[in-house]
């Protein structure tokens, strides 16, 4: 039981550029999310997803696409890198939404856009 | 809008210690509150969960309280060892998690 995995550790991206994070879970968690942690920010959350073909949007959507066509799955896709975008970010799960349960974190993609 | 606010930023203690971190938080309309621990360079681990209809939960060494209607949770450390350096966060949860920018744990041998 790997948990919530993230690929890749790190990433260096040109202003412009488009990228795919990936984030897997395999433990049939039905509630995906992702957040980006800036210093003296704590986390924000991005998008969302309750289920397989559903997702909606967190706090910060804007620059980040998202798709769940697995349980398993839910990459995150920078459609055109900024230097804002500059963060580390993290991937979590939990069985039916953090309204009762807890949430399991991702090791972190640690992104930076030049 | 929830805001959470954690008091101290920082915190450095000598070893065998009790502590207290503070969580405040702004809309008293939440399910839930979490603590979390966070390693340099790692994942958030989750600590502590309270409900809203619970006043306190423990684990271990630690304990949580929440007062909803005054919008604060404390998370007390009892003896504390240098292996609980780390950041600690809280997470409220209206209906998604809202964090705080954490505090910074350091525990001196």
């Known amino acids: 039981n790997a948990g919530v995995t993230q690929t890749p550790k790190f990433q260096v991206l040109k202003t412009g550029q488009s990228m795919t994070l990936q984030c897997a879970q395999d433990?049939?968690?039905?509630?995906m999310s992702w957040y980006r942690q800036d210093p003296g920010m704590g986390l924000r959350l991005i998008h969302y997803?309750?289920?397989?073909?559903?997702?909606d949007q967190g706090e910060v959507p804007n620059g980040y696409n998202v798709s769940r066509s697995t349980t398993e799955d839910f990459p995150l896709r920078l459609l055109s890198a900024a230097p804002s975008q500059t963060s580390v970010y993290f991937c979590?799960?939990?069985?039916?939404?953090?309204?009762?349960?807890?949430?399991?974190f991702g090791p972190g993609t640690r992104l930076t856009v030049l | 809008k929830q805001e959470v606010t954690q008091i101290p930023a920082a915190l450095s203690v000598p070893e065998g210690e009790n502590l207290v971190l503070n969580c405040s938080f702004t809309d008293s309309a939440i399910y839930n509150l979490q603590w979390f621990r966070q390693d340099p360079g790692k994942g958030l681990t989750s600590l502590l969960l309270i409900q809203s209809s619970q006043r306190e939960q423990t684990s271990g060494r630690l304990n949580a309280s929440l007062d909803k209607s005054s919008g604060r949770s404390t998370l007390y450390i009892a003896a504390s060892q240098p292996g609980d350096s780390a950041t600690y966060l809280c997470a409220v949860n209206g209906n998604k998690l809202v964090f705080g920018a954490g505090t910074i744990l350091r525990v001196k041998s």
């Open positions: 433990m049939n968690h039905e509630y």
């Open positions: 979590a799960s939990n069985r039916q939404g953090p309204t009762t349960d807890t949430q399991y």
């Open positions: 997803s309750v289920g397989a073909g559903i997702t």
